[in-house]
């Protein structure tokens, strides 16, 4: 419970602390119930929220195992655990709003019987959607789940950040996730892009595969990842996006005056679905060297002569350099890369040991990549 009048009812002042207490991971467990750290929270990461779970709604329909899926439904059910003033759950809504489904029901979950007030409302007002349907569940997790099945998408943005995840939690969040979720439903999860935070999820994907072999990770990891998270390997490493977004004039003078940066969606995030697999879970997918998916994880350095980035196939990391002497048709898609863009590097030869980095082959092609 928070203390009353803990906090100075000067809104500026409210979203200095707020932020002071998120980013320090110190934040009181029932936060949400204060009207102004809840009003704090709204005018300032509800809308970063709401971007993030568009953008990755965006890219989990660039999967046609996920397009195929959702063009069968008639109807949509979607459970947003963690809700907050609910912005995850209106990104997602914002996304399925251009398709037409006959009706969507939404479930917003939270600790917090006031934040859910909110969300609720603001989904309503917002999103005129005919035959959308909203219900709230107020529980604590992992403890208390809305009791659901069959559902089509389940989410939740920036959740884990705020638990000790415990081996026990771990299992009873995967026990619902498995309940909860339908044959080819998806799995929605951003969290923040902190070392701590990121790592929590990496983890959390590892213990997911472990657990649920049914279960398909789409995305961030190339090559439908099977094995353990490589960004784990080392202690100090993590993997998260940097997203260009341009944020409303509102949000970006916040910004300043809490000094941080956004010209980008940051996040780290898990995309998954539950496939329609045989008991003994997913078959093991061939996939050839010259066909494997490499993602870009650090932002191209350009020195003289060369460029350079860290990249993942899902089981390692690569640091590949290519010379500019190399440049040709095939592979000048190379020098743009952006980090989080996915690429085919179709080597031609064994890629020369240089330092901590190897050099790409003269002839290696580079290719955008798209998701089958
Ligand atoms: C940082 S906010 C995120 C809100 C929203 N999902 C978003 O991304 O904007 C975290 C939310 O999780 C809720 N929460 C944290 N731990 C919880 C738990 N164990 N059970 C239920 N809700 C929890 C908090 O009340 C808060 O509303």
Known sequence: MLPPKLFSHDSEKLLETLSDLLCNKTIPKDYMSDQGLREAYRSYYHEQSFHKALSLFEEMCLFPSVINFLKKQDSIHIADLATGTGGFAQGILHGLASESFSSISLTLQDRSQSALAVAELEIKNLYPIPHLMTSTYNGILPD????????????????????????????????????????????????????????????????????????????PCPNNRRGKCPALFDESDWCHEDRPHRFSQELLHAAKRLGHIKDSLKMSYLICQKKDFPESGLPEKKITKSDEAWKMISDMIHERGLSKSTFCNGNEWMTYRLLKRYKFSGNDSFFRLKKGQTVQIKLSGKPEKKGDAFNIPEGTAVLPFSPS
Do not use: C, V
């Open 144 to 219: 208390s789940f809305p009791p659901l099945s069959g559902l089509q998408i389940l989410s939740w943005g920036n959740m884990l950040n705020e638990w000790d995840l415990t081996a026990g939690s771990t299992k009873k969040l995967l026990g619902y996730i498995d309940r909860a979720l339908g044959k080819g439903g998806i799995l929605l999860i951003a969290e923040p892009a902190d070392r701590i935070s990121s790592r929590k999820l990496h983890q959390f994907s590892n213990d997911l595969l472990d657990t649920l072999p049914g279960f398909e990770i789409l995305a």
